[in-house]
């Protein structure tokens, strides 16, 4: 098993940034490959970007693609999200998953709690 904690979520004005972590313990990190997801409120999740267990392979959803990017460091046993250029519609919660496949968003077994947040127009 393994334990997520997101961080780093807020409140920021459209066209900032904002950078996403989650913290991983429990069993090797390198092991699985990572995602994050999102929901808004009132709408079904959307899965929106995956990393490979070497961090070799990333996928971005397009809706996001060009403003948000994925990585990780094993090492520290962390994901990130970087964001910027933010939008209004990019509100939501967001969550750290664990364990699925990089590009489908399918099969994450373990999930963390999930960070807010909000971008004001």
Known sequence: ????????GGWV????SLRLSCAASGRTFSD?????????TGKEREFVAGISWSGGETYTAGSVKGRFTISRDNAKRTV?????????????????????NVYSGT?????????????SS
């Open 13 to 16: 004005q459209a066209g900032g």
């Open 80 to 100: 990130n999200l970087q964001m910027n250029n933010l939008r209004p519609e990019d509100t939501a919660d967001y969550y750290c998953a664990a364990g699925g």
């Open 107 to 119: 099969g994450y077994g373990y999930w963390g709690p999930g960070t807010q947040v909000t971008v």
């Open 32 to 40: 699985y490959t990572m995602g994050w997801f999102r929901q808004a």
């Open 1 to 8: 098993q393994v334990q997520l904690v997101e961080s780093g």
